[in-house]
């Protein structure tokens, strides 16, 4: 008996506060005391701690992967130039005949790129990208559109 009494007053159920009657989050929620209140929350909602023991071989356990949405992608993209812009800074925005719009990185004046220009966006590594002319000038880009 004397174990119970301590008990009841050791986790804050002993007439002080609602911890004694919360059954729920909500119930929780609407206890004054921000110690009594986090108490309630913790009782209902244990840590979940992972341990060393409890992690031992995971990497060995199958991975649930999301699955895959979207067909392998290509590594380069063949295209025309169908309009050139400016940008504040001087990169030049690259408009691609299926409608996709490229900017370059850094502005680069010398290299040249006409409209009507043939061209290849590579993939490189690190998931960059690099728009080469027919002519050999290229930039590293990145996607806009």
């Known amino acids: 008996m004397r174990a119970f009494i ?14 004694a009657v919360a059954s729920t989050p909500a119930d929780c929620a609407e206890i004054a005391s921000d110690f009594d209140r986090l108490a309630c929350f913790d009782r209902m909602f244990p840590h979940a701690v992972a341990t060393p023991e409890a992690t031992f071989g995971a990497e060995q356990m199958p991975r649930v992967e999301p699955p895959r949405v979207e067909a392998e992608q290509p590594r380069n993209l063949q295209s025309w130039l169908t309009a050139i812009d400016r940008r504040p800074r001087g990169e030049l925005t690259f408009t691609l005949a299926n409608g ?46």
């Not at 301590?6 to 911890?19: E, K, L, M, Q, R």
């Not at 409209?115 to 880009?141: F, H, K, M, N």
């Open 100 to 145: 996709q719009k490229w900017t370059q990185l850094e502005s680069e004046p010398k290299k040249q790129y006409r409209t009507g220009d043939a061209v290849t966006i590579r993939r490189l590594s690190l998931g960059s990208y690099a728009i080469t002319s027919a002519t050999g000038v290229s930039s590293r880009v990145k996607r806009l559109e």
């Open 6 to 19: 301590v008990a009841w007053f050791a986790f804050g159920v002993g007439g002080v506060g609602n911890a």
